[in-house]
């Protein structure tokens, strides 16, 4: 089993930055694939942004390339997603997930799921 805890959320204005943090316990990830996904009220769930927890390649949504970077502390077992340049399009609650199945930007690949984290982005 994976635990995934999110943190980091919160409110900010257009323009302005917010890292999120998922803290992982349970197994060792360095075969796993990691991945950012958020959801906004009345929406589907949708990628953000996946890597090897290994590293190596990274995949992102084109509505965040080149504002967001998913990277990870191996000391920390912490994957993290950057945000800057917010919009508030990007309001939604920020989910983190992993999967065993490779490196995926398909909601139903991943295998495990944490809490989620709110990000509100005012204009």
């Known amino acids: 089993q994976v635990q995934l805890v999110e943190s980091g959320g919160g409110l900010v204005q257009a323009g302005g930055s917010l890292r999120l943090s998922c803290a992982a316990s349970?197994?060792?990830?360095?075969?796993?694939?990691m991945g950012w996904f958020r959801q906004a009220p009345g929406k589907e769930r949708e990628f953000v942004a996946a890597?090897?927890?290994?590293?190596?390649?990274?995949y992102y949504a084109d509505s965040v390339k080149d504002r967001f970077t998913i990277f990870r502390d191996n000391a920390k077992n912490t994957v993290y997603l950057q945000m800057n340049s917010l919009k508030p399009e990007d309001t939604a609650v920020y989910y983190c997930?992993?999967?065993?199945?490779?490196?995926?930007?398909?909601?139903?690949?991943?295998?495990?799921w944490g809490q989620g984290t709110q990000v509100t982005v005012s204009s």
């Open positions: 890597r090897y927890w290994s590293g190596g390649s990274t």
């Open positions: 349970g197994r060792t990830l360095s075969s796993y694939a």
């Open positions: 997930a992993a999967t065993r199945w490779g490196l995926s930007m398909k909601k139903y690949e991943y295998d495990y």
